[in-house]
T-cell receptor
Framework: DVKVTQSSRYLVKRTGEKVFLECVQD?????MFWYRQDPGLGLRLIYF???????EKGDIPEGYSVSREKKERFSLILESASTNQTSMYLC????????????FGPGTRLTVT | AQTVTQSQPEMSVQEAETVTLSCTYD???????LFWYKQPPSRQMILVIR??????QNATENRFSVNFQKAAKSFSLKISDSQLGDAAMYFC???????????FGKGTRLSVIA
């Protein structure tokens, strides 16, 4: 079974802190994605990566950066956390191609106070 | 840009009954895939069903089936014999040709009444 794991289920940080959200997948997938999920807004794509050291901006990249130094790991970084970044963050991975399924991690509920 | 619209924020269904969740999308591409994902209260998203745009036959997976109307750009999900475990958020998603990310709708929260 494909497994996508995220470093924390729940995280509480203070405004201005630097926050790292880690995602690891064990199926040698080329593609990895970071979404945030908010009530009434669905899933919005923050960043994605097609390969190691490659990254592409999604729909809402402002205030975020990413790192992909190894194929299995994709990190989301909040350089200076703000209260409007309080959200559920979902990581996903997939093989390349149109028909391929995206596999999701369990999510990290981040609260910024 | 492609968009996906789910017009029903919430739906409910009696156990053992049938429910249909609506999804429309906008695209100028001819080659694409459509997906329905389920997110139970535990929050791990899982794939329910997928449909290739070139296939006229509607996809089915056990109690789940789709009604794919390509000309109308409509992709509804039908759940038959609803079970308590079907209660979840359901997301419709689109992927265009090539290696592009999924585009999601805003979701429909389905409640199943015993």
């Amino acid at each position: 079974d494909v497994k996508v794991t995220q470093s924390s289920r729940y995280l509480v940080k203070r405004t201005g802190e630097k926050v790292f959200l880690e995602c690891v997948q064990d199926m040698d997938h080329e593609n990895m994605f970071w979404y945030r999920q908010d009530p009434g807004l669905g899933l919005r794509l923050i960043y994605f990566s097609y390969d190691v050291k490659m990254k592409e901006k999604g729909d809402i990249p402002e205030g975020y950066s990413v790192s992909r130094e190894k194929k299995e790991r994709f990190s989301l970084i909040l350089e200076s956390a703000s209260t409007n970044q309080t959200s559920m963050y979902l990581c996903a991975s997939s093989l390349p191609g149109t028909r391929t399924e995206q596999y999701f991690g369990p999510g990290t509920r981040l609260t910024v106070t | 840009a492609q968009t996906v619209t789910q017009s029903q924020p919430e739906m409910s269904v009696q156990e053992a009954e049938t429910v249909t969740l609506s999804c429309t999308y906008d695209t100028s591409e001819s080659d694409y895939y459509l997906f329905w994902y389920k997110q139970p209260p535990s929050r791990q998203m899982i794939l329910v069903i997928r449909q290739e745009a070139y296939k006229q036959q509607n996809a089915t997976e056990n109690r789940f089936s789709v009604n794919f109307q390509k000309a109308a750009k409509s992709f509804s999900l039908k759940i038959s014999d609803s079970q308590l475990g079907d209660a979840a958020m359901y997301f419709c998603a689109y992927r265009g040709s090539g290696n592009t990310p999924l585009v999601f709708g805003k979701g429909t929260r389905l409640s199943v009444i015993a």
